[in-house]
Structures are given as structure tokens and as C-alpha cells.
């Protein structure tokens, strides 16, 4: 196969869970800010970029790293308790557990590379059963010191965990900021997965993984 490697983001690209972290976004704002914003703000000023990028944007006043990091935990522990209250949202995009199966099977490194801290990949782990396929050590995540999205740094550490060059990888996206990652990360094989992807920044465009084999190749 052509491709040597495959990195996943994945929110929004593995979980499509862009509705609850808009509900959640949406509460923590009013609820701390008094601020009310609807989708199309959503979109503008929130999508693909990571919380403390966010919360530095509705609150200017606060420097401190420390209370900006205990605000973002704050947001994901109320997108938790929104995932634990409507868990017919939360599964994993339609093909994806068997695709890891073939992945596996072909012998074929894969991680994921995501904006997400470490209590939400946890519970990701926990809920998907995730160990079964990665491995916890080389998945990719916001420790606090990891720059968002579209800085390229998430791609590059994740290329270095499973041992592949950039030309030689594949990588699924939803955001037009995830896209831009992994472009300057050298990836040029980028695919976009959503309903609704049509951006021209990637490779191509799937609804899911169900036919994602051929992408290989």
C-alpha cells in the first residue's frame, strides 16, 4: 500500500460531537460571562481552535495560565457531563472500529492527534474502548503546552510516535484549521470527514469511514 501511516483527529472527525461542544460552550458562556452566542458565532470564533485561544477571546482579563487552564477543565467537565446525558450521540463515526480493524491487520501504524486535554481523551478511552487500537502512549493531546491547531505541531509529534514520514501519511480531518495542521506538517494526503466536508484544502471528502480501505492506497 502506499501509504505507511495513518493519524486521526478526533473531534468531529472520529466523534462528531460538534453539537454538545457548542451546548457546552454555549452554557459555560452564559453561565460565566452572562454572554449568549448562537451557531454562526460558534463557527467564527470558536470552531477548531483550542480552549485557552478561546477563553483568552471572552476573557481578556484573565492572564494567568493557571486560571485560564482551570476554566478550559471547567468547560470539558460540563461537555462530559452533556456526552453522559445523551448517549445515543455518542458513538464513534459510522466504519471506523472496522477500519482500525483492517489498519491493524495490514499492519499499519496509526494515533490520533487531537486538540482534546487529557480528561477528555480519557474518557474517550474509556468510552469507545479505544486501547483495544491505540495505543495510549502515542496518542497526541493538549497537555497544557501543546499549541492549537493550526500551528503543526500536533502532527509533527504524532508523526514521530509511529515512526512515519509526512509523505508517507494519511490524515483524517474535519477543520479547516486540523487541515492546515497537518499541510504544514508536510501531510499532503488529508482527508476530510463530515457530513457536509467540501473544502478544498483537502485530498477529498467522505461522509464516514466506510469505504476508507481504497484511501490506502
Not at 2 to 31: C, M, P, R, Y
Amino acid at each position: 500500500m502506499k501509504i505507511k501511516g495513518v493519524i486521526f483527529d478526533f473531534n468531529g472527525t472520529l466523534f462528531q460531537d460538534t453539537s454538545l461542544h457548542i451546548a457546552s460552550w454555549i452554557q459555560f458562556l452564559k453561565e460565566k460571562k452572562g454572554i449568549e452566542i448562537n451557531e454562526a458565532e460558534f463557527i467564527e470564533k470558536i470552531y477548531g481552535r483550542d480552549n485557552i485561544q478561546i477563553i483568552k477571546t471572552f476573557f481578556k482579563e484573565i492572564q494567568d495560565q493557571n486560571e485560564l487552564e482551570a476554566l478550559s477543565e471547567e468547560k470539558e467537565q460540563l461537555y462530559r457531563q452533556l456526552c453522559r446525558q445523551n448517549k445515543d450521540m455518542v458513538h464513534l463515526v459510522k466504519g471506523a472500529e472496522n477500519f482500525f480493524d483492517q489498519l491493524k491487520e495490514n499492519k499499519i501504524p496509526f494515533t490520533i492527534a487531537t486538540g482534546a486535554n487529557v480528561g477528555n481523551v480519557r474518557y474517550y478511552f474509556e468510552e469507545f474502548h479505544l486501547a483495544q487500537w491505540f495505543d495510549w502512549n502515542q496518542v497526541i493531546y493538549d497537555d497544557g503546552r501543546l499549541p492549537g491547531k493550526p500551528d503543526p505541531t500536533v502532527y509533527l509529534l504524532a508523526l514521530e510516535k509511529i515512526g512515519v514520514k509526512a509523505e508517507d501519511t494519511l490524515v483524517f480531518e474535519d477543520s479547516p484549521a486540523g487541515i492546515t495542521a497537518a499541510k504544514k506538517a508536510g501531510i499532503d494526503r488529508i482527508i476530510q470527514i463530515g457530513e457536509t466536508s467540501s473544502s478544498t484544502l483537502a485530498d477529498g471528502c467522505a461522509q464516514d469511514f466506510s469505504d476508507a480501505l481504497h484511501w490506502l492506497q
